[in-house]
């Protein structure tokens, strides 16, 4: 799980128009799931292409198991790539696209003096057969090989690409917003089966998607990104719990961001009280972003509380209710099981380990106030397909 | 199917007197192809004669062998030429790829007679300079030694340009069919090609050549017709040596057109039926077989 | 990788270079220059002359090109409104007499509207023309068709016809069929629905079409000789014997295509500023 695979050194990708990649560094180890999350035209495609060998950076390095790998076109390269719309060939079968990489030959690579020269070997005919039904098997396509691509639902389309890129055995696999095009029962079924494929075949898998609740539930790591750089790297819990800035922190579930000043290591002051956290290593009384779940926050009655507001809406979601309280002109989101009518004055209590306090940023006042409630909400739960035309665009 | 789905009958009969009005002289055609009488107006029996006389017709012959030659040629040239171009006009950034498009445009819009005396002009001056070279140097090529003398031929306005014209007039309408096959396709297929171990021109024939070949069959067969059909460009870049089907049809119509024209012309029309007719029904088949594999 | 794709375009990119735009260049050349290549604008100047020829071209060229369009529109319509086995044929009925050479087919038309011809003997078969002459006290006993300006417009209706119904007709399948209930759904009758969707929604085909039989019937030049008789002259007829016929002067030919040309782009200029911002030549 420790032996790094891939490394992208200070890349930078730039076109006339701007800045698509902006320094990114960043290594990726055998056999993990990592995840590049962000917005579109955050640049994580971009990365993703650099990786398949798309595109090329302007600056930087592609390492490869340690070679560099910058010129290397995406033929010669050990990665496999699922496309978004996952690019099936439409004029073959099920079998044939699968079969497709299987009959280019094997890449037979020998090293002499440290320089390798590859050459195509061809396989018979009688091993493509057993690797196709094999992997079909994998992705619970058997029976399917005769059909048409334009005969299969979406999700079986997937199965197929992903098939497709898997046979060819690559030791990494890159899926560029595979399930963007499913609808959601079919997204959470896909979810369990691409980890499930990922464990089975012990390979590296780098995903790239919009949606966060797929990249906590999938990923070992987390890359988070936005504006051509990376704002935050962890696993799951680190970035959920520990948000690095306000845009990681909005981006990666519901939060309510507020400024705060930091008195002492442990003491954070918000609203003119001081509230006791984990957080030290700050300056004396330098202002930072204090996050707090929506979930984390104790709603108690209106006197024994350490801040009191009042309900503005209140909304059934379900598991819980979305409750907006206002705290002296600033609204919160906090999620309660239980009902409490507009109107109500309530107090509420913060433990220690809900607050999270971050350092000053340029995102800082641009995210987690719930003032524009309904607004904000629908962006957030937007989750619907948005194809990253931007960064497609570029590709001369 | 796209507007309302019963059909009236008086959009029936409309469609009925437009074709009739579109293949009676046709038909009338082919009828006194088939006449004893050397008249297209009185009809005196059934008779085969005219397809006799026609195959001793070397005029004619030679004519009908030219327009297949030059269609052949030029379909096969623009169809290479234009499908590689299309797909390299689309690789290109818009700001050249607009302007290119609209020269591309121009000999499917302008007026035959014009691209006609535009490409004479052209060849007249092409072919008078070079001619001028030609009886003025001599290359001599120093070959170990021994001294080579190449003589340079005189031309003049013949096959060959009458064939560059008919190719360049081809080019646009493969283009003009390729290029939505082009845009349709899914961008990311070339680069799931090169993923799965594809060089580029692998990828050229395993996916976008199979992904195309609608636009790049309908391109040619566009192509052809246009050939086959054309009468105006031929006209002015033939040159007097060389006549196609539809030059010798034009001279024939100032003296009188004989039927042995007729007799030609259904040959023709009865070989694009025969073969229009076995490829939509072997089309039909495949669809029907293909329709009964998925379900 | 995607620039060096684009290089697959370099050799058809000089190929236009020689054979697109040199010839024009040509033809501009000869336009302003006299027999010994010295500069002359009285090519332009002699235009005048012709003025009855410029007149009656564009004028055919119109009228054949308004009654391909009302021909040409209930037809596509019509045929659009087929069914999908219909559809599969249909461009190649369109197109099949395109393989009878356009001269033969004119001249089967002529040999139709001859003084002696299938219209006239059917005419008198029928009586008509004893019917006339009794009633008028008249002596005939054949409309004269060839020759008029009539013929020649029917000769170019009937040629150029298919190029007005392919581009309508591949709009009109095309069309999504939700829109038009979306119009309907909204409250448009089937004549609204037509006007304010199905004809906007064509016009790109329209457009295309209008081109494609404008541009032929203005410039053509056997036509107009086979059933004009030769007394119908058009600027086809003037060009073309200013290079292979009897008054040979190639300068005052490229001088007559070059203003034909140039009016024939401007028109097509306005129109499509009509059609704002539609798609240009769905021929396909």
Known sequence: ?396 | MSLNKKNSLGNRILIGVVFFFLYAPILLLIFYSFNAADSSVVWKGFSLRWYAKLFQNQLIIKSVYNTLLVSVLATLIATVVGTLSAIGLYSMRRKFREPLLTINNIPMMNADIVTGVAMCLFFVAALSGWNYLASHYRLIIDLFGTQYRVTFHQLSLGFGTLLIAHITFNIPYVILSVAPKLRQMDKNLVDAAQDLGCTWPQAFFKVILPEIMPGIVSGALIAFTMSVDDFVISYFTAGSSTSTLAMQIYSMTKKGVTPEINAVSTILFGVVLVLLIIVNVREIRAEKAAAKRVY | MKNKRSLLAIPYVGWMAFFVVAPIIMVVIYAFTTADFSFTGENFTRMGTFTVIFTRSFKLAIIATLVCLLIGYPLSYAMAKEGKGFQRVAMLLIMLPMWVNFLLRTYSMMSIMENNGLINQFFAAIGLFDLINNVFGTDIHYFKMIGTQGAVVVGMVYNYLPFMVLPIYSTLIKMDNTLLEAAQDLGADTATVFRKVILPLSLPGILSGVTMVFVPSVSTFAISRLLGGGIQMLLGDLIEQQFLGGAYNPHLGSAIALVMMVIVVACMWIMNRFGEGEEQAVML
């Not at chain 1, 009384?285 to 006197?303: L, Q, W």
């Not at chain 1, 607004?375 to 937007?382: K, N, P």
């Open chain 1, 1 to 396: 799980m420790s032996k790094e695979l891939i490394r992208l050194k200070d890349c930078v990708m730039a076109y006339d128009d701007g800045v698509v990649l902006d320094h990114i560094n960043l290594y990726i180890n055998d056999k993990e799931f990592l995840t590049l999350l962000g917005p579109s035209g955050c640049g994580k495609t971009t990365t993703l292409r650099i990786i398949g060998g798309f595109l090329t950076p302007t600056s930087g390095d592609v390492l490869f198991d340690g070679v560099r790998i910058n010129h290397v076109p995406p033929h010669k390269r050990e990665v496999n790539t699922v496309f978004q719309k996952y690019a099936l060939f439409p004029h073959l079968n099920v079998y044939e696209n699968v079969a497709f990489g299987l009959r280019l030959g094997k890449t037979v690579t020998n090293v002499v003096n440290g320089k390798s020269s590859a050459k195509k070997v061809k396989i018979p005919e009688a091993e493509i057969h057993k690797r196709v039904m094999e992997m079909l098997e994998i992705v619970n396509l058997k029976g399917f090989e005769k059909r048409s691509i334009s005969a299969l639902s979406g999700g079986q389309q997937q199965r197929v690409a992903i098939a497709r890129a898997l046979v060819n055995q690559p030791k990494v696999l890159l899926l560029d917003e595979p399930l963007g095009a499913l609808d959601m029962r079919l997204r959470k079924d896909m979810q369990n089966e691409l980890k499930r494929i990922q464990q089975e075949m012990g390979i590296t898998f780098i995903y790239v998607t919009h949606d966060q609740e797929e990249a906590l539930a999938m990923s070992d790591t987390v890359v988070v990104m936005d504006g051509g750089r990376i704002q935050q790297i962890g696993t799951p819990e680190d970035i959920y719990n520990e948000p690095k800035n306000a845009f990681v922190a909005d981006f990666i579930g519901e939060s309510n961001i507020i400024d705060g000043i930091m008195r002492a290591d442990e003491v954070v002051e918000i609203f003119n009280r001081k509230f006791r956290c984990l957080d030290k290593g700050f300056d004396k009384d330098e202002p930072v972003d204090v996050v707090i779940r929506p979930e984390d926050v104790d709603i108690v009655a209106e006197n024994q509380g350490q801040l009191k507001g009042t309900v503005t809406s209140v909304t059934f979601k379900g598991v819980h209710y979305d409750t907006i309280v206002d705290f002296y002109g600033f609204k919160w989101l906090i999620q309660t099981t239980e009902y409490h009518p507009v109107g109500t004055v309530i107090g509420i209590h913060l433990d220690p380990d809900c607050i999270h306090v971050m350092k000053k940023s340029e995102y800082s006042g641009m995210f987690g106030d719930y003032s524009s409630y309904s607004e904000e909400y629908e962006e957030i739960g937007d989750a619907d397909y948005e194809p990253e035309e931007e960064e497609n665009g570029h590709e001369e």
